[in-house]
């Protein structure tokens, strides 16, 4: 099977990483995530409901392309609706 080039990235508190793979044909975004994850910040509690591919979420199961940027979301730390109210009272 032919082998595919992809990269799995995050950016967070925990430090940032882009972690460039070599995987088989017909890998999931999930388990590219998976294989990543000892080469990923200490400390990053990953779940496959926040995964994406160049800035569009997909599903833990999407099949991955040559040249995929796999990205882990993380949770929202302050409601876009406050962050705007606080940007107007200023």
């Given at each position: 099977m032919a082998e595919l080039s992809v990269e799995?990235?995050?950016a967070g508190p925990?430090?940032?990483a882009v972690v460039a793979l070599a995987v088989r044909q017909g890998t999931t975004a999930?388990?590219?995530v998976e294989l990543a994850m000892?080469?990923?910040p200490a400390g990053l509690q990953a779940t496959p409901l926040r995964v994406g591919i160049f800035g569009k979420?997909?599903?833990?199961g999407h099949v991955l392309g040559q040249g995929d940027r796999v990205e882990l979301y993380r949770p929202l730390t302050l409601?876009?609706?406050e962050a705007r109210r606080r940007r107007a009272g200023k």
């Amino acid at each position: 099977m032919a082998e595919l080039s992809v990269e799995v990235a995050y950016a967070g508190p925990e430090g940032q990483a882009v972690v460039a793979l070599a995987v088989r044909q017909g890998t999931t975004a999930w388990q590219a995530v998976e294989l990543a994850m000892p080469r990923l910040p200490a400390g990053l509690q990953a779940t496959p409901l926040r995964v994406g591919i160049f800035g569009k979420k997909v599903e833990p199961g999407h099949v991955l392309g040559q040249g995929d940027r796999v990205e882990l979301y993380r949770p929202l730390t302050l409601d876009p609706m406050e962050a705007r109210r606080r940007r107007a009272g200023k």
